[in-house]
T-cell receptor, first 112, second 114 residues
């Protein structure tokens, strides 16, 4: 059974720092990995989807990488801003299952 | 293009009452999902559907029923609400499963059972 872990559970940084959020998974036979952002009291917003055949995806200040062999993905946030404060979740869809497995998220606070 | 919408946004029930949560999507997606999110528990899958007329159990299906009579709608029912069902409920949809399962979420329904 796929297990997805996100460490740290919470992170507080000053504005302007470059950040790395981690997502690890136990079964490397995956279809894809998706990163989401969730603002307090809101639904999940899709940020990036990395297919199994890809190594990374970029959107603006966000860059997500995937290393299947080590069972890891990282979400890099460049030049963080207070507006980046949110919870970031990753979800992994394993081969043989069409349903994603979610991590519990990293709660990020970027203070001015 | 509204994406995924959920009705209602908030609801308060008394123990034993019933209600139905409605999820609608306008993206012609085949797959739809119902999750609940609780502090410290993360997102947990309740039921899902891989197409019109089909439903399947997820991780925490007890106490819930679902129906997918139309492709664009996925209904979640609570027949006899219990305080343990106090939660935030999210609906999601994806075009297909597996490699094609990029999920899009609705805004959520906050349910309190007294």
């Amino acid at each position: 059974k796929q297990e997805v872990t996100q460490i740290p559970a919470a992170l507080s940084v000053p504005e302007g720092e470059n950040l790395v959020l981690n997502c690890s998974f136990t079964d490397s036979a995956i279809y894809n990995l998706q990163w989401f952002r969730q603002d307090p009291g809101k639904g999940l917003t899709s940020l990036l989807l990395i297919q199994s055949s890809q190594r990374e995806q970029t959107s603006g200040r966000l860059n997500a990488s995937l290393d299947k062999s080590s069972g890891r993905s990282t979400l890099y946030i460049a030049a963080s801003q207070p507006g980046d404060s949110a919870t970031y979740l990753c979800a992994v869809t394993s081969g043989g299952s069409y349903i994603p497995t979610f991590g519990r998220g990293t709660s990020l606070i970027v203070h001015p | 293009n509204a994406g995924v919408t959920q009705t209602p946004k908030f609801r308060v029930l008394k123990t034993g009452q019933s209600m139905t949560l409605l999820c609608a999507q306008d993206m012609n997606h085949e797959y739809m999902y119902w999750y609940r999110q609780d502090p410290g528990m993360g997102l947990r899958l309740i039921h899902y559907s891989v197409g019109e007329g089909t439903t399947a159990k997820g991780e925490v299906p007890d106490g819930y029923n679902v129906s997918r009579l139309k492709k664009q709608n996925f209904l979640l029912g609570l027949e006899s609400a219990a305080p343990s069902q106090t939660s935030v409920y999210f609906c999601a949809s994806s075009w297909m499963g597996g490699p094609y399962n990029e999920q899009f979420f609705g805004p959520g329904t906050r349910l309190t059972v007294l």
